[in-house]
């Protein structure tokens, strides 16, 4: 299983980019990056998911060095609208077991 | 279209009675994962259904706790003789996942379970 280690918490103020960094060191061949975020009383919703190089839609990019062993959540010019957990998760292909760590809470200020 | 729908979205109940969650997944989806996210914390997994295949339960905590998926489509967790260590929300999510492929999950907004 892939174990992802993320920041606890950031802070940021409207407008500005905010980045957010996981570490996966023992991401396997076949896996998947795939963020989500989370507001309180709601479950989790997909935002990006990649597997290398970077990928981009009309929410966030994420970007993934050659070797894989992070990954980074880049939000443009947050909101407070933006203020939420955010998870990292590894893994895919077929039948495995997700593992989602504690996630980063965004606390996004005027 | 519509999305995950777990119900109830809170349930109350008293320690030692058994207590059923439901979950209706996104039609189609083959894959079901039901999770567990105390206070603060991060989604633990619980199960795990893909298709007709035999179910993945190496996250159940304990034997009290099982799941069921009739038909491929709606699942039912069942806990007996809650405890309070049971408090939670309970989510689950559904995923298009043919075998060897990735596709993100769906969640449903949960049910919150409080054990008194």
């Known amino acids: 299983l892939a174990k992802t280690t993320q920041p606890i918490s950031m802070d940021s103020y409207e407008g500005q980019e905010v980045n957010i960094t996981c570490s996966h060191n023992?991401?396997?061949?076949?896996?998947?990056i795939t963020w989500y975020q989370q507001f309180p009383s709601q479950g989790p919703r997909f935002i990006i998911q990649?597997?290398?190089t970077k990928v981009t839609n009309e929410v966030a990019s994420l970007f993934i060095p050659a070797d894989r062993k992070s990954s980074t959540l880049s939000l443009p010019r947050v909101s407070l609208s933006d203020t939420a957990v955010y998870y990292c998760?590894?893994?895919?292909?077929?039948?495995?077991?997700?593992?989602f760590g504690r996630g980063t809470s965004l606390i996004v200020h005027p | 279209g519509a999305g995950v729908s777990q119900s109830p979205s809170n349930k109350v109940t008293e320690k030692g009675k058994d207590v059923e969650l439901r979950c209706d997944p996104i039609?189609?989806?083959?894959?079901l994962y039901w999770y567990r996210q105390s206070l603060g914390q991060g989604l633990e997994f619980l199960i795990y259904?893909?298709?007709?295949?035999?179910?993945?339960k190496s996250g159940l905590p304990s034997d009290r706790f099982s799941a069921e998926r009739t038909g491929g489509s709606v699942s039912t967790l069942t806990i007996q003789r809650t405890q309070q260590e049971d408090s939670a929300v309970y989510l689950c999510?559904?995923?298009?996942?043919?075998?060897?492929?990735?596709?993100?999950?769906?969640f449903g907004d949960g049910t919150r379970l409080s054990i008194l």
């Open positions: 999510a559904s995923s298009l996942m043919p075998t060897g492929s990735n596709q993100p999950q769906h």
């Open positions: 259904f893909q298709g007709n295949s035999a179910p993945d």
């Open positions: 998760l590894v893994g895919g292909g077929g039948s495995y077991i997700p593992t």
């Open positions: 990649g597997y290398k």
């Open positions: 023992n991401i396997a061949t076949n896996d998947y």
């Open positions: 039609s189609g989806h083959t894959a």
